[in-house]
């Protein structure tokens, strides 16, 4: 047995419920010793039965055979080497239904939340690509999608993150990889690591609410979703090529983020253009680097 694969425990879900399931928290989380996807899991559960899953439901496992990214990329990772958790929410801020913007922001705000958690708690310098990226020293180490699900008493946005926990070199999906253990974490115990997301997530969740569901506004008094998201996100001031669905690309230097998530990019001539992670099949920085 190699070294990565003997730090590979299973996931501990009496404790993880023991210790997170309650009122303000995590409502309901379901601990699976494998699936396809979280996200169709999760997204297919709720539609079928939605009273069965409130705010906020977690469904996680250590082994995913067909996840899914952004374009409907695949990948599969050894058993129980990564971590793969699907929240669902339901956002209501202020009693009112959400708007397109507060639902924009959710796959931000997750990825927020773990990049804190991987900083925090693993002790690795995590910081995001724009747009649903965690990335250290310039290498990817966990994706974020979110999913928007309609449903007749209000839609519900899933949103799956996957974490590269104790992958060797040579279990990684591509060179511009990473995982927990080759960036000498100093923990890749995926119960705890789990545990110190869900808490984060909820945390920040429920303050964007108070917030009116609003990234530009205060959270509780402190720094609005927009800033925490920008403090942590290698993507700002850095030169960009986004190549487009047309087959055009846009170049320039990556200045801000819109109130919707979009991001900002200021070209050679001084025009700044705003494009969407919808709008966007690759963004890379144009120096050679990663993120």
């Not at 793969?84 to 922001?105: D, H, I």
């Not at 796959?107 to 002790?123: F, N």
């Not at 747009?131 to 974020?144: E, F």
């Not at 979110?146 to 008493?153: I, T």
Request: with cysteine; net charge negative; hydrophobic share 40%.
């Amino acid at each position: 047995m190699n070294e990565s694969a003997a730090l590979r425990a299973p996931l501990d879900a009496e404790a993880l419920r023991r210790d997170l399931v309650g009122p303000g928290t995590i409502a309901r989380l379901d601990v699976v010793e494998s699936t396809g996807s979280t996200n169709t899991d999760l997204a297919a559960a709720f539609t079928t039965a939605p009273e069965e899953w409130p705010q906020i439901s977690a469904l996680a496992t250590d082994f995913q055979s067909a996840g899914k990214g952004r374009m409907d990329r695949s990948w599969q990772a050894p058993e129980r080497s990564s971590l793969a958790v699907s929240l669902l929410f339901r956002p209501t801020p202020g009693g009112r239904p959400a708007t397109a913007e507060t639902y924009a922001w959710m796959s931000m705000l997750c990825a927020t939340a773990l990049a804190e958690t991987l900083r925090e708690c693993a002790g690795v310098p995590a910081e995001l690509k724009w747009p649903n990226d965690v990335i250290v020293s310039g290498s990817k180490i966990a994706g974020v999608l979110a999913h928007l699900v309609p449903a007749p008493g209000g839609s519900a946005v899933v949103v799956g993150s996957g974490v590269n926990v104790t992958l060797s070199r040579e279990e990684l999906p591509v060179p511009t990889a990473t995982s927990l253990l080759l960036e000498g974490a100093r923990t890749v115990d995926t119960t705890a690591l789990l545990g110190d997301y869900l808490r984060r997530v909820s945390r920040l969740y429920h303050g964007f609410l108070r917030a009116g569901g609003r990234a530009g506004d205060a959270i509780d008094g402190d720094a609005t979703l927009l800033e925490r998201v920008a403090r942590s996100m290698a993507t700002l001031g850095a030169p960009i090529r986004a190549e487009l669905p047309s087959g055009s690309t846009l170049e320039g230097t990556a200045v801000g983020l819109e109130p919707d998530g979009a991001l900002n990019v200021r070209t050679a001539d001084g025009t700044t253009t705003s494009i969407r992670a919808g709008d966007v099949v690759h963004l890379r920085r144009t120096d050679g680097r990663y993120a």
